[in-house]
C-alpha cells in the first residue's frame, strides 16, 4: 500500500516543511538529457489539455525536466493539480485533521495497536528524534502518512513535482485550478477500517535505508520515463489483493478518482475556450488501469503520448 500511496495520493504534501525552487539547478544540462516523461497531450477544437504525470517527492537534481515539458507548461494558460498545495487555508486543514484524523473518544492509539506494532513504532520515531506521545491521538492512517512524510523530509527527498509547478504558476501568474479537494483525499483514507488502517500504518515502518532505496529506484523510472517500472514498482501490493477491502480501498484511491478526474478534464475540453492546460496529477492516475488516459480514449478522444 505504501508504494501505491507514493505514486498517486496527494494528502501528505500538506506536512512538507520545505519546498523546490523554481531556480533550476540543471540548466547546464543538454535539453535532450534533462529528466522526465509521463506527458500526453489531448485536443478537441481550440483547446489543448496536456496531461503530465508527477511523483509528489523528489530532488533537486529533477529539474528543469525536457524541453517537451517545460514547453508544455509555458503554453499553459491554467496549471490544474489534484490539491492547490501553495493555496491552503491552514485552520481549515487543521480541522479536518481533527475531525477525521484523531480519535474522538478520548482513546489513544496504544488502546487500538497489537504490542509488537505499538514497540515497532516507537522505534521508528525514536530514530526519527521524535517522541510517541506526541502521536497518541493519531489515528493509524494519519500516523503512517506522517511517519512516511518525516522519512522524506529526513532525506530531503521535498521537492516534489507538484511543488515544482505550482510555485512557477504562482510566480508567472497562471490560473490554477483544483481537481479535487482536500476533505475528499482525507476522507479516503478515514473511511478505513481500523484494520486495514492497522495494516497500512505497519507497511509505513520500514527503515530508513530500505526506505532511501526504494525511493531512489522510484526517482530513476520516473526521471527516465520508464512507464512499465514505474509501474511495476508503484503496484506492488504485498498480500493486499487478497482483501476485498483493500480492493475497494485501492478503486477508491485510484479508479473513482480517475473517473471524476477525467470528467473534470472532459468539461476543459468541451469550453472551446481556446485555452491551454497543464494537468499534474500523480503518474499512476494516468498509468493504472482504469486511467485518466484510457477513461479520455474511451470517450472518443485521440491522447497521445508525446514525452
Request: proline share 2%; with cysteine.
Amino acid at each position: 500500500m505504501k508504494r501505491v500511496f507514493l505514486g498517486i495520493f496527494m494528502v501528505w504534501a500538506l506536512f512538507v516543511l520545505g519546498a523546490c525552487n523554481s531556480e533550476s539547478v540543471n540548466e547546464d544540462v543538454e535539453s535532450s538529457e534533462r529528466p522526465g516523461g509521463f506527458l500526453w497531450k489531448v485536443e478537441d477544437g481550440e483547446t489543448t489539455v496536456y496531461l503530465q504525470g508527477t511523483v509528489h517527492a523528489g530532488t533537486e537534481d529533477f529539474y528543469p525536466f525536457h524541453e517537451t515539458i517545460e514547453q508544455a507548461y509555458e503554453e499553459a494558460d491554467v496549471v490544474v493539480p489534484e490539491i492547490d498545495i501553495t493555496d491552503l487555508d491552514l485552520m481549515a486543514v487543521q480541522t479536518l485533521i481533527v475531525e477525521l484524523g484523531l480519535f474522538q473518544d478520548g482513546s489513544k492509539l496504544e488502546d487500538h495497536l497489537p504490542q509488537e506494532v505499538y514497540s515497532k513504532i516507537s522505534d521508528t520515531l525514536d530514530d526519527l528524534g521524535l517522541p510517541l506521545e506526541m502521536f497518541e491521538s493519531y489515528q493509524p492512517w494519519l500516523l503512517a502518512i506522517t511517519i512516511q512524510q518525516l522519512i522524506l523530509e529526513k532525506l530531503d527527498y521535498i521537492h516534489g513535482v507538484d511543488e515544482y509547478f505550482l510555485i512557477r504558476a504562482n510566480d508567472d501568474g497562471k490560473e490554477i485550478i483544483e481537481l479535487e479537494s482536500m476533505e475528499s483525499q482525507f476522507q479516503i483514507f478515514a473511511d478505513m477500517s481500523l484494520d486495514l488502517q492497522i495494516e497500512f500504518l505497519e507497511d509505513s515502518l520500514s527503515n530508513i535505508e530500505e526506505y532511501e532505496e526504494e525511493m531512489i529506484e522510484l526517482f530513476t523510472y520516473y526521471k527516465n520515463g520508464d512507464i512499465d517500472g514505474l509501474l511495476e514498482l508503484l503496484i506492488e501490493v504485498e498480500g493486499l489483493n487478497e482483501s476485498e477491502e483493500a480492493q475497494k480501498f485501492t478503486e477508491a484511491l485510484n479508479d473513482k478518482r480517475n473517473y471524476e478526474m477525467a470528467e473534470k478534464i472532459i468539461e476543459f475540453l468541451q469550453e472551446d475556450s481556446d485555452k491551454t492546460y497543464f494537468v499534474i496529477v500523480g503518474s499512476l492516475h494516468l498509468i493504472m488501469e482504469p486511467h485518466i488516459v484510457s477513461i479520455l480514449e474511451a470517450e472518443g478522444y485521440e491522447v497521445e503520448h508525446i514525452h
